[in-house]
Structure formats: C-alpha cells, structure tokens
C-alpha cells in the first residue's frame, strides 16, 4: 500500500543530504513516492532554493522592523510591521530587486539546468546530470569544506535551517496578519 511505498521511498533517499535522526526521511505528503531520481533531484533543488530565501525573509522581518526609522535606507520614511513594509518601498527598488533576482535565476539556470531547446517538451526543466541541487559554485567566503562528509554535514544544515526559516517565515506572516503588530514588537511588551 501507500505505507509501503514511502517507506520504499525513504530505503532509496536515506543517503541524501538532510536526513536526520530521529525523523529519518521526512516527506509527510509523499512526494517523493513516485519520484524518480532525477523528479527528486528537482524536489531538493526546489526545497533549497525556497529554504534559502526564507532565511533572507525571516533575518528580513527582524531587522527591517529593529531599523525602522532609524535606517538610511529609504529616508527611514519605511514603517509599521514588516508585511506592510512592501508597499512603502519605491517603485525603484523593485526594479532593481526584480533585475537583481533575475540576473540571479539566469546564472542558476546556465549552472545547473538543461538548455529548453534540448529537452523534449514533454520533460521540461531538467537539471544536468552532473549538477548537485544548490551547488553553484558560489562560495567567495570559502566557507565549503573539502571533505565529503564535512560538505555533505554542511548541505543538512542548511537544508534543516532552510526547512526552520519557512516555517518561521510563515509564522511570522500569520502573526502579522492576525494582530497588526511586528514581530519584535510583541517580544517589547
């Protein structure tokens, strides 16, 4: 039944970066039960991707409301919880930030996707077969470790805190949304 078939799932993905004790293989809606490895490899790849922006998005909420009035940014004119904090921003950000992130998705694309015009269209988006989900070669801190079991260590860390940042971003809406109030604000009495 369905029972055994994550279970198969979870036999054929234990090895991968992000499976911890005492949970083992976490995929409560399961995904990855008909997934092929390389249906997984874009799962992991997608779950990084979200993982990291949440923890912009949760390190965002916290400092853009601990500055508020008191940052350069913006002539300090930005305001209130942080989920009302979007429409303050100018049009000019936007265009910068939206150019920004594109310039981004481009050089994730060329790294680690399959040119469109040699896949079938019936299979689009496919990664290279060489490519490791999240590894963009982009370390200017040399931070990576060279060991395998270190690096692999480091890529279940952030996995975790990616999978944590999510949860915590979306708290942090809900919380917003339900009171008015921003996030430091309820910890200020």
Sequence with gaps: GKASTALNAA?????YPGVLAPVGFFDPLGLSDKAD????????????????????????????EQVEGSSFLFDASISGPAI??????????????????GAAE???AEKGWVDP???PVDAPG??????TPGDLGFDPLGLAPEDPE???EMQTKELQN??????AAAGFLAQEACDGKGIIEHFQG
């Design 11 to 15: 036999a054929d993905y234990e090895s």
């Design 37 to 64: 490895p390389a249906l997984f490899k874009k799962y992991r790849e997608a779950e990084l991707t979200h993982g990291r922006v949440a923890m912009l998005a949760a390190v965002g909420f916290l400092v853009g």
């Design 84 to 101: 009302s904090h979007i429409p303050q921003v100018p049009t000019e950000f936007w265009v910068a930030l939206i150019a920004s992130i």
């Design 106 to 108: 481009q050089f994730r």
């Design 117 to 119: 015009s040699e896949t």
């Design 126 to 131: 496919q990664l290279l077969a060489d490519y």
């Design 150 to 152: 270190e690096f692999f």
């Design 162 to 167: 990616g999978r944590l940042a999510m949860i």
